[in-house]
């Protein structure tokens, strides 16, 4: 917990000033299931500094993953977020990395943010363009496009629509593609292709 407190306050202070959005910790306060209740007070204490850290700049956006609207309920995620608490938060971030629509993920933010005070979010809908596959499989799933662009919203909650996964980063050594992380030019292709715009 230490070293990651240090790590945020290298990254706040290298950003200092500068204008930046930050999406804190994709899957980590939806997937706390797994852990003990220390372990979850530590991730909750350790969000928290991390969101006092990068917040106090007036510059900077921190947006708390909170998971997709297939993982947890809203009630349930806002509860989580409560935990945290909202100090400091402009909103949450949603479908990182996955394949829900656009429409689902919006439902899903407005509900979080009527629970938690008027919360804003951003979606990712880098992979979205053609929904979640008929099995929801996540890793690589055949047959998805790109999402709708990068772009500001309203802010009513919606702040924004993000290419946070890259389109064609894989997610995994599944369906014939490299390990996790690297570079897959014929998915990246294939989303292009499959492009909802």
């Not at 290298?14 to 999406?23: L, R, Y």
């Not at 909202?86 to 979080?112: D, H, M, P």
């Not at 993000?162 to 294939?190: I, M, Q, R, V």
Request: hydrophobic share 40%; proline share 5%.
């Amino acid at each position: 917990a230490s070293a990651y407190r240090s790590w945020v306050q290298s990254i706040a202070s290298a950003s200092a000033g500068a204008k930046a959005v930050f999406i804190l910790e994709p899957d980590a306060l939806a997937g706390w299931d797994c852990l003990s209740d220390a372990q979850r007070q530590e991730r909750s204490d350790v969000l928290r500094v991390a969101i006092d850290i990068l917040a106090a700049d007036s510059q900077h956006y921190v947006y708390l993953d909170a998971g997709n609207a297939r993982w947890h309920t809203a009630d349930a995620m806002a509860t989580r977020i409560k935990q945290i608490g909202t100090k400091g938060l402009q909103g949450v971030s949603l479908n990182v990395s996955n394949f829900l629509t656009t429409a689902e993920s919006q439902n899903y933010g407005v509900r979080i943010s009527q629970l938690t005070g008027g919360l804003h979010a951003v979606i990712d809908t880098s992979r979205n363009g053609q929904g979640p596959a008929p099995n929801l499989e996540w890793c690589n799933p055949e047959g998805r496009g790109l999402g709708l662009p990068p772009s500001a919203q309203n802010g009513n909650p919606i702040d924004a629509y993000l290419w946070l996964k890259y389109p064609g980063e894989s997610d995994g050594a599944c369906n014939g593609a490299p390990t996790s992380g690297e570079w897959w030019a014929d998915y990246a292709l294939g989303l292009a292709s499959r492009a909802a715009f």
